[in-house]
């Protein structure tokens, strides 16, 4: 089965990286479907259900394909754990506000567990 491709907006190509039990593989795929990443995304995850080809994206994002069975599953036990975004930010004591009120939403998200 062909793989959907993602492409950054500095045209550099997104590889794929699978890890189990310490062992990393890494795959330059290639396929029928080149989107941008970010952008083009529900583009490229309506191509695999609609059987074009193979998706590699964070579980989270694939996560009601693959419960409805839209989707199936390929080689979980080489899916890569992803614990999550982190913020980095001066760690000055005046912030603009805009972004201390959005340090204090993450941060509040976080500990409610919606994050």
């Given at each position: 089965?062909?793989?959907?491709?993602?492409?950054?907006?500095?045209?550099?190509?997104?590889?794929?990286?699978?890890?189990?039990?310490?062992?990393?593989?890494?795959?330059?795929?290639?396929?029928?479907?080149?989107?941008?990443?970010?952008?083009?995304?529900?583009?490229?995850?309506?191509?695999?259900?609609?059987?074009?080809?193979?998706?590699?994206?964070?579980?989270?994002?694939?996560?009601?394909?693959?419960?409805?069975?839209?989707?199936?599953?390929?080689?979980?036990?080489?899916?890569?754990?992803?614990?999550?975004?982190?913020?980095?930010?001066?760690?000055?004591?005046l912030l603009p506000a805009?972004?201390?009120?959005?340090?204090?939403?993450?941060?509040?998200?976080?500990?409610?567990?919606?994050?």
């Amino acid at each position: 089965m062909p793989a959907l491709q993602g492409r950054f907006a500095s045209g550099a190509m997104i590889a794929w990286e699978f890890e189990r039990d310490g062992e990393v593989v890494r795959i330059n795929p290639t396929g029928p479907l080149l989107v941008s990443a970010g952008a083009a995304t529900d583009l490229a995850v309506e191509a695999a259900v609609a059987g074009t080809g193979i998706i590699a994206l964070f579980e989270d994002w694939l996560r009601p394909q693959l419960d409805s069975g839209a989707l199936e599953p390929v080689l979980e036990p080489w899916w890569p754990s992803f614990p999550g975004p982190f913020l980095y930010y001066p760690g000055r004591r005046l912030l603009p506000a805009p972004l201390r009120a959005f340090v204090d939403f993450v941060k509040a998200s976080a500990r409610s567990g919606r994050g």
